[in-house]
């Protein structure tokens, strides 16, 4: 009952900061999951690496992704000296054992929990039913996935991983997506050739369950169920979101190339 509770207040709340709200708004909220995401992400990390440096409170990586957010695309080679920054500041670990898996864990969580962000923004700038049609096949496929793998789930996906995740499941989730998304582009952006529209809808569901397989991996190996309890239900942001954090980065990708360039585009 709290997952879908949750779920009724969160759905309209996307809906409108996705398609409706000021550019500013927008940011605002992109810049308020950056920060929860990394904070859940840097629990795991310290989970992971007992004793080492703690990242949760640290203002560096927060700053770091605030640049990842708004860096202009032709500048994004400034990656690289948050990576050389992060090297540096692992120094501080009181093991210094602990310098390399401190300095990837902090790069690695910059950059995905702020990376994504900062791509869902480049798709709302070329329409914001783009962006909502990232997220969406996440939200469409998790509900197929669900009572499909409850109802018929046989085969386990990745039990060491995500031992209530099946393949039965993963399948439903792909062919719901494909049935619906197939619907929803055609209404949209019907010039669309259906090959391009429907490999970019797997190509983004197939990402989505392997971004929420990857963050599952990360908390198991963190000895954790949830990434945080700010949801109810659904636990913290990072769990929430996981799927989207690989899926719309995937899906602004294709849309560059030639052959997936929406109507609107010349």
Not at 53 to 61: A, E, M, S, T
Request: hydrophobic residues 55%; charged residues 10%; positive net charge.
């Amino acid at each position: 009952m709290k997952r879908l509770i949750t779920a009724s207040i969160l759905i309209p709340v996307f809906f409108y900061v996705v398609v409706l709200a000021p550019h500013w708004l927008f940011m605002l909220v992109l810049v308020y999951l950056g920060s929860v995401c990394f904070y859940e992400f840097a629990g795991i990390a310290e989970a992971s690496v007992p004793g080492a440096l703690r990242l949760q409170r640290h203002p560096v990586p927060y700053v770091a992704g605030l640049v990842v957010l708004f860096l202009p695309a032709e500048q994004f080679t400034f990656v690289m000296l948050i990576a050389l920054a992060a090297m540096v500041l692992a120094l501080r670990s009181a093991d210094l054992s602990k310098t390399l898996p401190v300095a990837g864990a902090m790069l690695l969580g910059i950059l995905y929990t702020w990376g994504a962000w900062r791509f869902s923004a480049q798709l709302r700038l070329i329409d914001p039913l783009w962006l909502l049609f990232a997220l969406a096949i996440n939200w469409v496929g998790d509900s197929f996935a669900f009572y499909a793998g409850s109802t018929f789930g046989r085969h386990k996906m990745a039990p060491r991983v995500s031992p209530g995740k099946s393949w039965e499941g993963s399948a439903a989730s792909l062919a719901g997506v494909l049935v619906v998304g197939a619907f929803a582009l055609r209404w949209r952006f019907p010039e669309m050739p259906l090959v391009a529209g429907l490999t970019l809808l797997a190509a983004g569901n197939i990402a989505g369950q392997l971004g929420d397989l990857a963050e599952s991996g990360l908390k198991r190996g963190a000895g954790m169920k949830d990434s945080g309890n700010s949801l109810p239900g659904h636990g913290g942001w990072l769990d929430r979101v996981d799927s989207s954090l690989f899926s719309v980065p995937v899906v602004y990708a294709l849309l560059q190339l030639r052959w997936f360039q929406p109507p609107s585009q010349p």
